[in-house]
């Protein structure tokens, strides 16, 4: 309980009052004019004290920002991953002002567009506005720092944003930031400091902080470029079936791509970078080592049709295109190779993925040319067939039709590969698959099947579109058998066709055939039945 109170103002020797100095509750009586005198005296005395503790304060306080300010400075500019850049200068600029956000806007000079991928305190991803709009606008044009205290009063801002994001913005300050040369790339924008506007400490501090950075984010953006572009040439060389590799104007290999390293028959990459072409390239391969010294010479691209080459003692027949790589004032900084395999493996597989899914046809390939050949082989055939394709045709014409069974072929062969099944042959409107020809699988029935099903739901699908464009949907009928058939290369010396024969075959046929007699779109008989691993809704029909 407040009995007795006695307070007395802290005043400096200029009489600025800093402060009060209060006591509560005398312990025996109440307070006199003594007591007032007595305290007015000792506070007199500490002023000076408290002053200069004041005084010490802010020094340690300045120096404490300064230190914090390199540091920040420091870390930042160590910094090369312009995205990680971002993220700390907006960070800590935000921090070391108080503000409540930040943002770092860079000069997009393709698209004259500012634009950050950053932004502290903004839960939108990437912002851009013309270069010349807004606050931002104003200061990138004119390259003259803006701090505004009250933003609504400043006819230059654009309430718009707040409106669409339900953010108030009371108070601006926006800085550029100049490259070493002193063009503007870009500005940093602080909004809302807590406790006020921002002063004229907070713009210099600013200005100092972009002006340390200025030569990082350049500097950032720059390694980004060239590491975007290397990724890209990178992925690019690798996607390529055919072999890529370069020499420099020393004579040594400095890059090779996994196509390259297969083709030479090289374990490793490793085997072929930092060699010399004349080293690497010797013996039957010793003119590939001269063609390459003469383009570099000459700066003239040579070609190679079908040309024998010695890959470790495996002949194999390559075109090869050696092409001079010149900068954009013509002086040459080195060689190109391309390598392309045309061995009988490479046509085989480029005919083999026509018909076949292509990991089959690398199977295939993997075993030899046995695989092609005449055999007995458990499998599962599939028939399909479009209905009332007769009346259609009569419709749509020739062109018409011709288009229409394009576009059905393509979905149904997708739905065929997608199970790793072969497409024997297109007979009319007619597909005859195969499942488990020429390697067999352990699921080949229900390969077939679940191939069957893809087909009717995207048929479904395809009338969709179909009766969207106010064309006639169409129907069909599928019948799978699984039995032993004949497969192998079949025809003349001039004409040969991959293919299965047989009774398994004729019945997959028949089956399709009697889906008009049931009324059932998918028929399979009773050996494909009981090869089904899978759980299916199905009926006996006879």
């Known amino acids: 309980t407040t009995r007795s109170v006695l307070c007395v103002p802290i005043q400096t020797l200029t009489e600025e009052i800093i402060g009060v100095a209060q006591v509560i509750n005398k312990t025996e009586g109440t307070f006199s004019q003594e007591d007032l005198e007595l305290l007015a005296l000792m506070t007199h005395q500490a ?13 340690q306080k300045k120096r404490e920002q300064e230190i914090q300010f390199l540091d920040i400075v420091s870390d930042i500019t160590s910094e090369i991953k312009l995205t990680n850049l971002l993220q700390k200068v907006m960070g800590e600029a935000t921090r070391m002002l108080n503000a409540d956000r930040g ?11 500012l634009y950050t991928e950053v932004g502290a305190g903004l839960d939108i991803k990437q912002i851009r506005l013309p270069n010349h709009v807004g606050i931002a606008g104003a200061v ?20 718009s944003f707040d409106k669409q994001t339900g953010y108030f913005t009371r108070s601006i300050l926006c800085v550029p930031v100049a490259n070493k040369h002193g063009k503007t790339i870009g500005v940093t924008q602080m909004l809302n400091k807590r406790g006020g506007a921002f002063t004229r400490e907070d713009e210099s501090r600013l200005k100092a902080f972009t002006a340390q950075i200025s030569i990082a984010l350049e500097n950032a953006k720059l390694f980004d470029d060239v590491q975007n572009m290397k990724n890209y040439t990178e992925s690019m060389l690798e996607s390529m079936s055919n072999g890529v590799f370069t020499v420099d104007p020393d004579g040594k290999i400095v890059t090779c791509n996994q196509a390259g390293s297969k083709i030479l028959r090289t374990r490793r990459i490793e085997d072929i ?3 010399k072409a004349t080293e690497f390239f010797k013996d039957d391969n010793a003119w590939l080592s001269d063609s390459i010294d003469s383009v570099h010479e000459n700066k003239e691209q040579q070609m190679f049709l079908d040309t024998e080459f010695n890959c470790n003692g495996e002949m194999i027949s390559m075109n090869l295109t050696i092409s001079p790589l010149l900068s954009v004032d013509n002086k040459i900084l080195g060689t190109l190779v391309m390598m392309e395999d045309i061995s009988n493996e490479k046509r085989l597989k480029s005919t083999m993925s026509r018909y076949m899914d292509p990991k089959l046809a690398d199977q295939v390939l993997a075993d030899g040319e046995e695989s092609l050949g005449g055999k007995n082989i458990r499998a599962t055939v599939l028939f399909s067939d479009v209905r009332s394709f007769t009346t259609i045709t009569e419709e749509l014409g020739a062109k018409g039709t011709v288009k229409l069974l394009n576009e059905y072929f393509t979905i149904m062969d997708d739905c065929i590969q997608r199970e790793e099944g072969i497409v024997d042959k297109f ?6 698959a195969g499942f488990g020809i020429p390697l067999p699988h352990d699921d080949d029935e229900d390969r077939g099947l679940r191939a069957g099903i893809a087909m009717l739901v995207e048929l479904r699908k395809w009338n969709q579109e179909r009766s969207y464009r106010g064309e006639r949907p169409i129907d069909m009928g599928l019948g799978l058998n699984t039995d032993l058939v004949v497969s192998g290369n079949i025809g003349s010396p001039k004409r040969m066709d991959y293919t299965m024969i047989g ?3 004729n019945l997959a046929a028949r089956l399709e055939s009697a889906c008009k007699q049931y009324s059932a779109r998918i028929l399979i008989s009773e050996n494909t039945y009981k090869g089904l691993r899978g759980t299916y809704r199905i009926r006996d029909v006879d």
């Open 427 to 432: 007979i009319g409107d007619a597909i005859m």
């Open 140 to 159: 990138f044009t004119s390259g003259q720092s803006v701090n505004i205290p009250y933003a609504y009063a400043d006819l230059r801002f654009n309430p």
């Open 47 to 59: 002023a000076l004290a408290l002053k200069s503790m004041q005084t010490v304060e802010r020094m």
């Open 273 to 275: 970078i930092n060699r």
């Open 103 to 113: 943002t770092l806007f860079l000069n997009d000079e393709k698209t004259s567009e």
């Open 503 to 505: 009774d398994g075959v």
